[in-house]
């Protein structure tokens, strides 16, 4: 009878392996590539701001998604995901999470995450990470950084030359030597285009507080601000509300907005309907091709070239930044698109170098 007992403990046992094994093959059943070897797969963290932040996540998100479009993925087990952090205790959770479920490549989203990339990259040497605007300096991590300064002195340029008071806002998110950069070369750049342009900083001290955003927007427009930019992730969210509520009120209003990080025209989100016709409030956006870096990041990983203990660097000459359309509503159109392309020539070419810190700024001169 022990014996009996034994040998259906023991059947037991291997119809539990079978079947595991079984659902182990059908969740790697989507993770082989057309030779039928194990695919190469990617997954990445949100910071607080979340996946549609409609700025800085989205667009990485977009890039993961590139990616597995280019190389057969599906979303999921498998092939490429993310995992949205409430708050962030969530960032060493979900980055273990994704090592445990065998991603070969796992991104965390801003700098807010560089402390637990950090920690958890100690821990998981034989996994490969890539931290987004900030570094850390282990040899399984990809530090990836932009000239954010080059696409938004463009976006200053813009501001200049649209503003009709000379009295321009700037709305940061979080201090940060991230902010700093888009914020020394969005003044740049205005003083580039209009020396009698004053702009009015003020940050917000979150990434994802909208009311705050719209709050700071009020203030700005309320003293004459007529043209404010935000680099401020979701927190930017509450400008183009301010804008769309002023502008519904009283549609005579020449205000508007610069968005960040994406083509945020295309999201909709500035978009305002006056005496029956719709226009958008955002003249352009600043743009920070995470995207790009994504899929140039993750290729080289896939094909052995990951770039671990090095920091990446995309700017304008790499395509990692840039600026959107001009919106086609704006009166001198022509004349901002030629100054956009000048200066985009002169600062690829090296001719000239953007300020990336406030200290920059100070002596920076276009002559």
């Known amino acids: 009878m022990k014996k009996n007992k034994t040998g259906i ?25 057309a030779g039928g070897k194990k695919a190469f797969t990617v997954g990445m963290v949100t910071d607080i701001g979340g ?44 980055l273990n999470t994704l090592v445990h479920q065998g991603f070969n490549l796992i991104y965390g989203i801003g700098f807010l995450m560089q402390d637990d990339v950090d920690k958890v990259a100690k821990q998981q040497k034989n996994a490969h ?30 501001a200049g030359m649209v503003t009709k008071s000379n009295k321009i806002g700037f709305i940061g998110g979080m201090e940060s030597a991230v902010i700093e950069r888009f914020e020394s070369g969005f003044v740049a750049g205005v003083k580039a285009s209009n020396p009698n342009a004053t702009v009015d900083i003020q940050y917000a001290a979150s990434f994802s507080d909208a009311s705050k955003g719209q709050a700071i927007a009020s203030r700005m427009y309320s003293t004459g601000d007529d043209v404010i930019f935000a680099a401020a992730g979701a927190t930017g969210n509450g400008l183009f509300k301010e804008a769309h509520d002023r502008l519904a009120k009283d549609p005579t209003q020449a205000i508007w907005t610069i968005g960040v990080d994406t083509d945020q025209a295309a999201t909709g989100i500035g978009k305002v309907t006056v005496n029956g016709k719709e226009q958008d409030t955002i003249i352009t956006s600043a743009m920070k091709r995470v995207d790009n870096a994504v899929v140039d990041v993750s290729t080289k990983a896939k094909n052995g070239n990951f770039p671990g203990g090095k920091t990446v660097i995309y700017g304008l000459k790499e395509n990692g930044v840039g600026l959107a359309p001009i919106n086609s509503a704006v009166p001198n159109k022509a004349a901002i ?11 690829k070419s090296g001719a000239l170098k953007v300020p990336s810190t406030r200290a920059e700024l100070k002596t920076f001169s276009t002559k």
């Open 51 to 94: 996946i549609d932040d409609k700025s800085f996540n989205q667009t990485c998100w977009k890039g993961l998604q590139d990616f597995g479009k280019k190389n057969n993925l599906k979303q999921g087990a498998g092939g490429y995901t993310y995992l949205q952090s409430k708050s962030d205790a969530d960032y060493s959770t979900n």
């Open 337 to 347: 698109e030629t100054a956009v392309s000048d200066w985009t020539n002169k600062i």
């Open 129 to 158: 990470f890539g931290i987004i605007d900030a570094e850390v300096k282990e040899p399984n991590v990809a530090s990836i950084l932009f000239k954010e300064n080059e696409s938004s002195f463009l976006a200053g340029v813009v």
């Open 9 to 33: 403990v023991l059947s037991l046992v291997l119809a539990a392996g079978t079947l595991l094994g079984a659902c182990a093959n059908n969740n790697n059943a989507g993770n082989k590539n």
